[in-house]
Every structure is written in structure tokens, then in C-alpha cells.
């Protein structure tokens, strides 16, 4: 469907449109558009758009990918459906790996999401047949993982993710950066940085970022990762969130008409 420009929920529309179309390519499964969904409430809480914590995460991240020996970013259904050409951009900031992974696994539909992640410039997808069960703690298709990128990871990224997964890699001792609109997710409280904020705008800040800070020494970069507090971030956000809130209370919320 084409959505007008004009219409005051434009970019919405089109990242609806995006996973709809996600789904009738057999990327995103239903449940995709669900965990969307919930993703979208948090978003309009923030007021659409990156915050000032979002952006110390942001930071912190990019220097722990210049920092990895060995980088995954992690794809699902949504990310692919979402964000596949600023995740290549990523992987070539950074060097970092591409890795297929899915709650709801197929070959069928893991070659799906990689084709379409070649198309827009992926030299190489890893989570198709080199991947398998080798996470420990998880008894379901997640714990799939290649062995040349997620299982040998130093730092993965992962977004639109459940909760278990993050927990799985960080007890494995990796750095995981989470993508995620909720501040509350297992996942947000999980990872050791957490970026909360909509994928479609974090990935190109997190390029830009990457480009940014890559002409800083390691001990500079070190420094950066030292300094940050996910925790800290975490609080305010929902901070920053109650104080929309409480803003928005005070104020006369009625539109008019037209
Ligand atoms: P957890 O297990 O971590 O508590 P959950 O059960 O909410 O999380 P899912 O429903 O599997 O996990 O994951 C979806 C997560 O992705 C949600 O936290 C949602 O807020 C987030 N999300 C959805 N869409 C986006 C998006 N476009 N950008 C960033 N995050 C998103």
C-alpha cells in the first residue's frame, strides 16, 4: 500500500508496511508483528525518538565493537524485515559477522532472511547449516548458534530479542549489546548495554558512531566502556519516561479537530 507523506503517522505506516511485507516473504512470523507492537507503545512513550541515554548507549557500543576481536551482530525476522541495510552497514564499520537466529527456526526461512540481507550488500551469512544447539541453558531453537560467529563471539549484538537468549550469551562471559524499546525487558536488564530505542534509528546512529570514534587509541575506547553504567542508563530512561509523563499530565491533551 502506499502511504502518503503527508499523513502525520508516515513512518509508522511504513515500518508497518515493512513487516507486513516481511511477512508475506516469509521472514517475519505472526508473532513478529506482535512483539512489534509492543515495541511501538514504548516508542510513543519516548516521543519517538532517540533520547539522551540512548545516545550514552550508543556510544558505549560503538566503542565495544571497535574494541572486539570478534563481533556477531544477530538477526532475526524483524531486524531483517526492519533494518538489513544499516545491519550490513554495521558489519562493515565494524568487520563484524552476520548470524541468522530465530525463536521460530527453519532452514527455509533462516536462508530466507540471509538472501534477503545479500541482497542489500551481506558478503556472508553465518547461522544456516554451520549453525548448531551449542548455547547452554536454552532448550529451544535460539540456542542454536555458529561456531565461527555467535558461539566464538567476544561481543554480540542482538535486537528484538526475548530475554532468555541475552541472559545464555552473557553467562558465556560475552558483552551484549540489546537493541530494545523497552526499558523493562528481560533483555534491556540483561545485556551489558542496553540501547533503548527503535532499531530504525538506533543502527544508523550506531554506524555513524562507529565512524565517529574509530580514530581513537584502544585505551581511549577502554576508557569509554569503563565509564559506563547500563544501570545508570537504564534509570534514566524511565526517568526521562515519567517526566513525559508527568509533563504531558499537567497539559491540556485534547487535539483539535482538523
Ligand atoms: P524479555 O524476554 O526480554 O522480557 P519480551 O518478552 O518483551 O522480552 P519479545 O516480545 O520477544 O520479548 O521481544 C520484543 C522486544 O523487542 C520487546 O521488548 C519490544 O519492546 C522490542 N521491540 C519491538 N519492536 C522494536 C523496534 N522496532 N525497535 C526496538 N525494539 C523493538
Redesign the pocket.
Known amino acids: 500500500m502506499r502511504i502518503p507523506r503527508s499523513h502525520p503517522r508516515y513512518w509508522s505506516l511504513v515500518t508497518r508496511e515493512k513487516l507486513v511485507e516481511g511477512l508475506r516473504e516469509g521472514i517475519v512470523v505472526p508473532q513478529g508483528l506482535i512483539?512489534?507492537g509492543?515495541?511501538e507503545c514504548?516508542d510513543y512513550l519516548l516521543g519517538e525518538t532517540t533520547i539522551p541515554p540512548a545516545l550514552k548507549a550508543i556510544r558505549a557500543a560503538a566503542a565495544a565493537l571497535l574494541l572486539a576481536r570478534n563481533p556477531v551482530i544477530s538477526v532475526n525476522g524483524?531486524v531483517a524485515a526492519?533494518a538489513a541495510r544499516h545491519v550490513v552497514e554495521l558489519a562493515k564499520a565494524t568487520g563484524a559477522k552476520i548470524e541468522v537466529n530465530l525463536f521460530h527456526w527453519s532452514l527455509d526461512r533462516a536462508k530466507r532472511i540471509a538472501r534477503h540481507l545479500t541482497a542489500v550488500g551481506a558478503e556472508r551469512v553465518l547461522g544456516l547449516e554451520d549453525a548448531r544447539p551449542a548455547i547452554p541453558g536454552l532448550d529451544h531453537p535460539r540456542a542454536r548458534a555458529s561456531p565461527e560467529g555467535i558461539l566464538s563471539a567476544d561481543v554480540v549484538l542482538v535486537?528484538?530479542?526475548?530475554?532468555d537468549r541475552t541472559q545464555a550469551l552473557r553467562r558465556m562471559g560475552k558483552i551484549v549489546i540489546a537493541?530494545?524499546?523497552?526499558p523493562l525487558?528481560?533483555?534491556a536488564r540483561t545485556a551489558s548495554i542496553t540501547i533503548v530505542d527503535?532499531?530504525?534509528r538506533a543502527l544508523p546512529r550506531l554506524v555513524d558512531a562507529v565512524n565517529e570514534l574509530r580514530r581513537l587509541r584502544r585505551e581511549e575506547l577502554e576508557a569509554i566502556l569503563k565509564s559506563y553504567d547500563n544501570d545508570a542508563v537504564l534509570r534514566e530512561v524511565v526517568d526521562y519516561i515519567a517526566s513525559r509523563l508527568r509533563e504531558l499530565a499537567s497539559r491540556r491533551l485534547a487535539l483539535e479537530p482538523g
Open positions: 512483539a512489534h509492543r515495541g514504548f524483524n526492519l535486537a528484538l530479542e526475548d530475554g537493541i530494545d524499546l523497552n525487558s528481560r533483555t527503535n532499531i530504525v
